[in-house]
């Protein structure tokens, strides 16, 4: 099981279990599983470009392919700052404690929610509970694993229970009355849509 989430409220420390909410948990699956001609279900695959390799689903996700076509693990590839300096991974914080920040729930507005976790205290101190009852609304920094960045978590409660919401600072381009938008040039564009794909 992962390491718990843990909070610290005014120096008190409060520790949650957590599991992720998904689509599939909320609304359960149905899946579709193409069978071949002997009754055993198909493999999604993919081909290289070149023809040489055959990848099946999860080889992709354990490295990359540079420019070059050479293989590269997970493992190999580092980070880069905006001033061309090899980024220091920042450690989980799942099992470390995280202060908490009491923010306007407008902020939570103001983020893009990424993952949703249910969260079963395992220790709760007394003033946190209160203060989630009453509406309060917690930030706090999170990276589920190693990772370049920590994103934004806002700790909340509601009659259903206590969750984690887990996201990104959403940036808006706003336009102005009588103001031209700025125009992309078709030519420049890699994701133009072929409509007769559909």
């Not at 909410?21 to 193409?34: A, F, S």
């Not at 198909?42 to 992709?60: E, H, N, R």
């Not at 999170?142 to 994103?151: E, H, I, L, P, W």
Request: glycine share 8%.
């Amino acid at each position: 099981m992962a390491k718990p989430i843990v909070v610290s409220l005014d120096g008190i420390e409060s520790s949650f279990d957590h599991i992720k909410l998904d689509r599939k948990r909320l609304y359960g699956e149905r899946r579709r599983v193409p069978l071949d001609l002997t009754g055993e279900p198909c493999v999604k695959s993919a081909l290289t470009s070149d023809g040489l390799y055959l990848l099946q689903s999860g080889m992709t996700a354990q490295g990359y392919f540079d420019e070059s076509g050479r293989w590269l693990q997970k493992s190999q590839l580092v980070g880069i700052g905006s001033d061309g300096q090899a980024l220091e991974p920042m450690p989980s914080t799942l099992g470390a404690v995280q202060p908490l920040e009491l923010v306007e729930p407008d902020v939570l507005l103001e983020h893009v929610v990424e993952s949703v976790y249910t969260l079963e205290a395992t220790d709760l101190a007394a003033a946190l509970q209160e203060r989630l009852a009453a509406g309060d609304v917690f930030r706090f920094g999170f990276s589920y694993s190693a990772d370049y960045k920590q994103s934004a978590a806002f700790l909340l409660k509601n009659t259903e229970g206590i969750f984690c919401l887990i996201g990104a600072p959403l940036t808006a381009t706003w336009s102005e009355p009588g103001k031209l938008a700025e125009v992309v040039d078709a030519e420049d564009s890699s994701d133009d849509l072929d409509f007769e794909m559909f």
